[in-house]
C-alpha cells in the first residue's frame, strides 16, 4: 500500500498506522522521540510493530527488530491477500497491495541468521558483570582484570581470553618468595593486587559464572569479526530501508544475555554515531521486544546510564520503542521519554493489572470523547489506543482505532525461504567464519612457555616490533590514553583493527592475522571505549 494507491497510504513525511474517528500518523520527523507498544499476550503487539517496520522501510529508514517466536520473518515475504485483511484494508478506505521488504536476518548462535559477535573488550565490565549476576565485590575484581589487560597490552577477544586473564591475575600464594621472581605472571599478579584485595576464591565464582554462560550458548556471542553496526544502516537498491531482524527464540532462554546484548548495542550505536540534531526521518529505529527484561534488576548505576542513553540517542537520530505486556514494566524515567504511544488491550483481573490499567490510562492525553481506562479492557485484537506525537512535539490526543493490516506475510517462513534470504544477504560471508586472532590467551601462554618477547614496562608491554608499532598507533590515535569517549581517531584505530581482523581467514593469511591482530590489535585495542554505558560511569 503505498500513497498513490490510498488517500490513506504513507507519505514521505508520515506513516498511516490505523484509523478510527479519527485517523492515526507517525510522523517521521518525530519518530526518533522513542516510542512505547505495550498489550496483553494476543492483542497485536506484533502486528503493531510490524506495520511501524514496514512504514519506516518505506521511508528508507533502516529497521532492527527481535524476533521472539518468529512471528516477525514473514516481513521478508510477499504479503497474502486474505479475507480479513482485504476487508479490513477495505473499511480504512485503503486498496490492499501485497509487498515485500529486504531483510537481513541475525543470530548470535549462528544458526538461523549471520552470527552476531562482540569482543570481550567491547562489551566492558559493566555489562559483562549484569550479563554474569555478579555482586559487587566480584564486578570490582572483573573491573581489576580488565584494567591489568589495558595496562599490559593484554587484549580480551573472547571467553578463552577472559578465563586466562582471571587465572594469571589469581594470587599465587604456593610459591616461595624465591621462586616467585622465576614466576612469568608474577608481574601481572602484582599489578592485580595493587588494585586491591583480589582473591582467589572471587575469582573462582566468577569462572562459574562464565561456565553457566558458556553452557547456554554465550561463548559464540564473543569474539572476531565483531559486528560493525554501520551494517544495520543500510538501504536495498530501491532506497527502501533494510530491516534487521534478530532471530530470538533461543535467546531469549537465557534472558540476561539478551536484554544486556541489546543493551550494549545500544550503547555502541550511542557511542559511534555522530550527532545529528532534528532530522527528517530517524537514521535507524531500533525495537526492543520483551523490554521488561532490560530493567529488571537492574541496579541504580545502571538504570541511571539506560536514561541518559536512552534520552541522548534521539539527538543521534535512533529511534526506540520499546515493546512490553505492561506499561508499569518500564521505569517512569524511561516512560517519560517515550512520546509516541500504541496500547493495546489489558485485562484487569488481579490488583497489578488494575494497577497497570490505571497507568497506562494516565500516560495519555484525555480525549473527552473516551474514558481511556474503560476502553484499554474493552479493546479487540488489532485495536488500540494510539498518541502519536503532533508537529509541535507534543502527544496528540488519544484516539482508539484499528490498526492497519500489514502487507508482507503476516507469521514465520519455512527454513527453505530463510535459507534463500540469507543466500542474497548484502553481509553474507563477511560474518560467517569465527577469526582467532592472538589476543590475551595466546600472549599468556608464551609468557608462560618463557617465549614472550620481553620489553620495559610494567609486564612486558606488548612485544616485539609490532607491538612497539602498536605503541606508537596508541599515541598517534590517542587510543593509549585514559578512556573517556571514543574520539574520531579512536574510531578509525578500532575500525582498522576490525579490518585487519575481519579479512584474516585460512591458511596462511590466518596465521599472519594471528600475529598482526594480536600484537598490533593489542596496541591499539587494549583502550577501546567499551560501549557508552561504561565509558560513563568510568568518567
Not at 587484549?155 to 616461595?176: C, E, F, H, Q
Not at 614466576?183 to 573462582?204: E, H, S, W
Not at 537465557?254 to 526521518?281: C, H, I, Q, V
Amino acid at each position: 500500500m503505498t500513497a498513490q494507491d490510498s488517500k490513506l497510504g504513507d507519505t514521505d513525511a508520515k506513516i498511516f498506522v490505523g484509523k478510527g474517528d479519527e485517523q492515526a500518523w507517525l510522523t517521521l520527523a518525530l519518530a526518533n522521540r522513542h516510542g512505547l507498544v505495550t498489550g496483553a499476550t494476543g492483542t497485536g503487539k506484533t502486528v503493531s510493530l510490524q506495520v511501524m517496520a514496514e512504514g519506516f522501510a518505506r521511508a528508507g529508514v533502516p529497521v532492527f527488530a527481535a524476533d521472539i517466536k518468529g512471528d516477525l520473518a514473514g516481513i521478508c515475504q510477499i504479503g497474502e491477500p486474505k479475507d480479513f485483511i482485504v476487508k479490513r484494508a477495505t473499511e480504512m478506505g485503503l486498496k490492499f497491495q501485497p509487498d515485500q521488504f529486504s531483510t537481513v536476518f541475525w543470530d548470535v548462535f549462528g544458526e538461523q541468521g549471520h552470527p552476531v559477535r562482540a569482543t570481550v573488550t567491547e562489551m566492558g565490565p559493566l555489562l559483562l558483570a549484569r550479563m554474569l549476576d555478579l555482586n559487587d565485590v566480584q564486578e570490582g575484581v572483573l573491573n581489576v582484570a580488565f584494567r591489568v589487560a589495558d595496562d599490559n597490552g593484554l587484549t580480551l577477544m573472547d571467553m578463552k581470553d577472559l578465563r586466562a586473564l582471571l587465572d594469571a591475575i589469581v594470587p599465587d600464594s604456593g610459591k616461595k618468595a624465591a621462586d616467585a621472581e622465576q614466576d612469568p605472571l608474577a608481574a601481572i599478579r602484582k599489578a592485580a593486587q595493587g588494585f586491591g584485595n583480589v582473591t582467589k576464591a572471587t575469582v573462582g565464582t566468577i569462572q562459574r559464572q562464565l561456565l553457566v554462560l558458556e553452557n547456554q550458548g554465550g561463548t559464540k556471542f564473543f569474539g572476531e569479526p565483531a559486528l560493525t553496526l554501520k551494517d544495520f544502516m543500510k538501504t536495498d537498491s530501491d532506497g527502501r530501508g533494510m530491516v534487521n531482524i534478530l532471530v530470538a527464540d533461543k535467546l531469549l532462554q537465557n534472558p540476561r544475555l539478551y536484554a544486556t546484548f541489546l543493551l550494549w548495542m545500544l550503547s555502541e550505536l550511542f557511542e559511534e554515531l555522530p550527532e545529528a540534531g532534528d532530522l527528517p526521518k530517524p537514521k535507524l529505529v531500533f525495537f526492543f521486544d520483551e523490554a521488561h527484561l532490560l530493567f529488571n534488576d537492574a541496579p541504580k548505576a545502571l538504570m541511571d546510564k539506560i536514561e541518559q542513553v536512552v534520552r541522548l540517542i534521539r539527538s543521534k537520530g535512533v529511534g526506540v520503542y520499546f515493546v512490553t505486556q505492561n506499561p508499569i514494566d518500564v521505569p517512569d524515567r524511561v516512560l517519560g521519554q517515550l512520546g509516541n504511544r500504541v496500547q493495546h488491550a489489558l485485562r484487569a483481573f488481579t490488583p497489578r493489572d488494575q494497577k497497570a490499567v490505571a497507568a497506562a490510562a494516565q500516560t495519555f492525553r484525555p480525549n473527552p470523547r473516551l474514558d481511556t481506562a474503560k476502553v484499554i479492557t474493552e479493546l479487540g485484537k488489532g485495536e488500540a489506543l494510539v498518541s502519536f506525537l503532533e508537529g509541535n512535539g507534543t502527544p496528540s490526543m488519544v484516539e482508539r482505532v484499528m490498526i492497519r493490516p500489514p502487507s508482507a506475510r503476516i507469521g514465520p517462513i519455512t527454513p527453505d525461504e530463510r535459507k534463500a534470504i540469507m543466500a542474497a544477504s548484502p553481509v553474507k560471508g563477511k560474518y560467517d567464519t569465527a577469526v582467532d586472532a592472538e589476543s590475551a590467551y595466546e600472549m599468556i601462554q608464551k609468557r608462560i612457555a618463557g617465549t614472550a618477547a620481553t620489553a620495559d614496562g610494567p609486564a612486558g608491554g606488548g612485544g616485539g616490533v609490532l607491538g612497539q608499532i602498536g605503541s606508537i598507533v596508541g599515541t598517534i590515535f590517542g587510543t593509549n590514553v585514559k578512556r573517556g569517549r571514543l574520539s574520531t581517531g579512536q574510531v578509525i584505530a578500532r575500525d582498522v583493527t576490525r579490518s585487519v581482523t575481519n579479512q584474516v581467514i585460512g591458511g596462511m593469511a590466518a596465521n599472519l592475522g594471528k600475529s598482526i591482530g594480536g600484537q598490533l590489535g593489542g596496541s591499539i585495542g587494549r583502550t577501546l571505549v567499551r560501549g557508552a554505558l561504561g565509558g560513563l560511569l568510568r568518567r
